[in-house]
């Protein structure tokens, strides 16, 4: 089997059109695999990450105070974790489609509605926003083949590094132990929130943040 090695070619993809500036500004780097013959095999993008340091949170809810929480979240306890890596922002689409176009996961989901911006035809126009429309399933094969591709620890984040910080993503863990793993991948979204979710990417591109994106 011919050794490879991932060489960035961000510059050159923003150069080309290939690959959006405002990722490249955000701190996302294209990297392209090849052999030793120099033959392209695949593309993969690293994410930028946020160090989420060690210490206690509070988690769970306190019912008298929260009337929306659910009857498994109470009661509320201090957990202390150790320091962990996370994604800064949401999985993009231009990340899910090198994995897609790897051919080692599935696209995202049709419309759930009938709705065109659901359509990955429609996602793959605005490479630089969240992708939405995928199952826990494809996820967790993307957070694999991330994983794989770059010998790095990367996975779905566990609950408790999830709780810890709403909004995140994935990432490798500095201590070896808790990887979060940048997902963040808007799956089965509720129908009201469709619109808010919609506007946040438009106007703030890779900056939405949906409570209900951590599995």
């Known amino acids: 089997m011919a050794q490879q090695q991932a060489v960035d070619i961000t510059e050159l993809a923003v150069l080309g059109g290939q690959f959006p500036l405002q990722l490249q500004h955000l701190g996302f780097h294209l990297m392209q695999v090849v052999d030793t013959s120099g033959k392209d095999r695949y593309c993969y993008v690293l994410p930028p990450l946020c160090e989420v340091p060690a210490g206690p ?55 759930f509605w009938g709705i065109d911006e659901w359509l990955w035809q429609w996602q ?33 984040p566990p609950k408790l590094n999830g709780k810890s910080r709403r909004g995140g993503a994935m990432g490798a863990s500095t201590h070896g132990a808790i990887p979060g793993t940048r997902h963040e991948q808007i799956p089965m979204i509720a129908a009201q929130e469709r619109q808010q979710l919609l506007e946040a990417t438009r106007t703030r591109g890779m900056l939405a943040r949906m409570e209900h994106t951590i599995w």
């Open 57 to 111: 949170f509070l988690m769970g809810s306190d019912s008298q105070h929260d009337p929306e929480a659910k009857d498994n979240e109470p009661p509320q306890s201090v957990i202390s974790l150790p320091t962990f890596s996370i994604g800064t922002y949401p999985v993009t689409g231009a990340e899910y489609a090198c994995a897609v176009d790897a051919g080692v996961i599935g696209e995202p989901q049709t419309a």
């Open 124 to 156: 793959q126009q605005r490479p630089d926003h969240p992708v939405i429309n995928i199952t826990w399933f494809q996820a967790k094969a993307y957070a694999a083949w991330l994983a794989h591709v770059t010998h790095q620890p990367w996975r779905l």
